[in-house]
């Protein structure tokens, strides 16, 4: 019955998240289109399996850029989360030019956490600024 509990309470936490998350990208069109190629090349990338992200550096180079020049919704337009996709389109381009100097896969995956824990740092100021 505890671990039950334990269950559920993970699952709420993790509902309640998505729905955030979800409402974030429905208001930012800009930063749902970033993270569809982030994660259909993080995600293999963990695993081991870097193809995706070598093949898709530059789209996602170019979707970080994209993301800087969107109308950023009036709720996310803060110092914070400015800052932040500043960051996300500075490291998305050191990922691709590590990626075009084929770099170590070491640097891939160490990189490419980097940014995806950047992006998961705007959802995560976006759904604070929600609140």
């Avoid at 970033?34 to 180079?61: N, Q, W």
């Avoid at 970080?64 to 109308?71: G, H, I, N, P, V």
């Amino acid at each position: 019955m505890k671990h039950f509990k334990l269950l559920l309470a993970f699952l709420l936490v993790f509902v309640a998240n998505t729905a955030s998350a979800q409402s974030t990208f429905d208001k930012w069109p800009a930063i749902k289109e970033f993270h569809e190629v982030m994660s259909e090349t993080f995600h293999p990338a963990e695993e081991g399996d870097l193809a995706p992200i070598k093949a898709r550096s530059e789209e996602m180079m170019n979707k970080a850029a994209q993301l800087l020049k969107s109308e950023v919704p009036v709720e996310f337009k803060t110092d914070a989360i400015l800052v932040s996709a500043e960051h996300l389109q500075m490291k998305s381009k050191a990922l691709n030019k590590l990626i075009k100097s084929n770099g170590s896969d070491a640097d891939v995956v160490k990189s490419i956490t980097d940014l995806h824990n950047t992006f998961h740092e705007i959802v995560g100021l976006c759904s604070e600024q929600k609140k």
